[in-house]
């Protein structure tokens, strides 16, 4: 089954379902997707090392004859090939990388997205980052103080686990229905005044490349 894509499509669809929470609300959200966290060269590196080595073992003791020259030229071949293929595979640099370093890169990239997208700047305290990134299959959801005095810390704390969990699934989708959930709970705890003005971008920053 083919997966639904973060298209054109994707991005009108969380473009209205940020539109429409933020009416019934005083949150301002930012929600961004982006392919990966972090650069992840080392895994490239080793899948590269990896099968640049099964090609020696293979050189080694196959019972065919090599020229010496061959060995050193394949072995280098391989190492390149393999740091290519790893470099287009999201599973091989999962496999080959720690959950710790995963985490560790998107909470890192989702902090730092808060304060250069401008969400820990609005008037009311009231900014709130979505960020999901693809490769990890993570979502971080980070909260400004006016939100977070303003909500019920058991139920929000619910929701973070269930918003973690949808981030296992990196799907529009899913990441709607995640949306709809925090509406939700939003519009119970912080409804709408009509004193908040729109100061983010409705629109979904995507950065897939």
């Not at 080959?96 to 985490?103: A, F």
């Amino acid at each position: 089954m083919k997966r639904a894509k973060f298209d054109d499509a994707a991005r009108e669809a969380l473009t209205n379902c940020v539109k429409k929470l933020e009416t019934s609300t005083d949150a301002e959200l930012v929600l961004v997707v982006r392919a990966r966290s972090g650069s992840y060269r080392h895994a490239d590196y080793l899948f590269g090392a990896l099968l640049a080595f099964a090609g020696l073992l293979f050189l080694l003791f196959s019972p065919f004859d090599f020229h010496q020259y061959w060995v050193a030229l394949d072995v280098a071949l391989l190492f390149l090939l393999g740091t290519f293929v790893g470099s287009r595979s999201n599973t091989i640099r999962r496999l080959l990388t720690s959950e710790k370093v995963r985490e560790e890169a998107v909470r890192t990239s989702a902090a730092a997205m808060f304060y250069e997208a401008g969400i820990a700047n609005t008037n009311a305290e009231m900014g709130l980052l979505i960020y999901l990134s693809i490769l990890e299959r993570r979502l971080e959801l980070i909260a400004d103080r006016g939100i977070l005095k303003g909500v019920n810390a058991l139920e929000w704390n619910q929701l973070l686990f269930d918003l973690h969990q949808t981030g296992r699934k990196p799907e529009p989708q899913t990441l709607l229905a995640g949306l709809d959930n925090l509406g939700a709970l939003l519009r119970n705890y912080l409804p709408a005044t009509g004193e908040n003005p729109n100061e983010l971008p409705d629109m979904p920053r995507f950065e897939l490349k």
